[in-house]
T-cell receptor, first 109, second 115 residues
Framework: EDQVTQSPEALRLQEGESSSLNCSYTVSGLRGLFWYRQDPGKGPEFLFTLYSAGEEKEKERLKATLTKKESFLHITAPKPEDSATYLCAVQARDDKIIFGKGTRLHILP | GAVVSQHPSRVICKSGTSVKIECRSLDFQATTMFWYRQFPKKSLMLMATSNEGSKATYEQGVEKDKFLINHASLTLSTLTVTSAHPEDSSFYIC???????????FGPGTRLTVL
């Protein structure tokens, strides 16, 4: 069964305290893995797409990596404005998209 | 856990016809449902937000007369693509939210192909 699991469910960090969010997946034929940021009451904001193991992408304080079983979203020296829910989604060979439940990140000033 | 379904999963239609896509929350009541369109390989674009019993709120640039959204009950929202054209071909995804938790649950998506 295709599945996406994100951990932790919630994470509180002090400003400047780097950490990583995890997205583990099992899917038949990975077409792409997506990371989104979502603020309350708004739609997800696209961050990255990763296609193959070993791929890495960076944007400001965020860096996404991909292996055959999981993806990590590394956040370096976060700021309070990085507080949001971070969603991971996987698109399978049959086009279906499976979303994780997200990680609620809270950065304390 | 909360489950959201979409029907159909795939639809092919001729240009000029209308297509209805259903989004159902199977085991919870969704006060808010969101409709998205996914562009190839990346971004998920929010099209509209619908609250049960009220009119949908459309994002800028989304034609509300073309993409009709109805949220008649706490478990069902529908998106109707009227007079579909090939450029409407896309992957449409819905999500359902429970306002007290700020959590959204996503459907598996519907692939629309307009010939």
């Amino acid at each position: 069964e295709d599945q996406v699991t994100q951990s932790p469910e919630a994470l509180r960090l002090q400003e400047g305290e780097s950490s990583s969010l995890n997205c583990s997946y099992t899917v038949s034929g990975l077409r792409g893995l997506f990371w989104y940021r979502q603020d309350p009451g708004k739609g997800p904001e696209f961050l990255f797409t990763l296609y193959s193991a070993g791929e890495e992408k960076e944007k400001e304080r965020l860096k996404a990596t991909l292996t055959k079983k999981e993806s990590f979203l590394h956040i370096t020296a976060p700021k309070p404005e990085d507080s949001a829910t971070y969603l991971c989604a996987v698109q399978a060979r049959d086009d279906k998209i499976i979303f994780g439940k997200g990680t609620r990140l809270h950065i304390l000033p | 856990g909360a489950v959201v379904s979409q029907h159909p999963s795939r639809v092919i239609c001729k240009s000029g016809t209308s297509v209805k896509i259903e989004c159902r929350s199977l085991d919870f009541q969704a006060t808010t449902m969101f409709w998205y369109r996914q562009f190839p390989k990346k971004s998920l674009m929010l099209m509209a937000t619908s609250n049960e019993g009220s009119k949908a709120t459309y994002e800028q640039g989304v034609e509300k007369d073309k993409f009709l959204i109805n949220h008649a009950s706490l478990t069902l929202s529908t998106l109707t693509v009227t007079s579909a054209h090939p450029e409407d071909s896309s992957f449409y995804i819905c999500s359902a939210g429970i306002v007290t938790t700020d959590t959204q649950y996503f459907g598996p998506g519907t692939r629309l192909t307009v010939l």
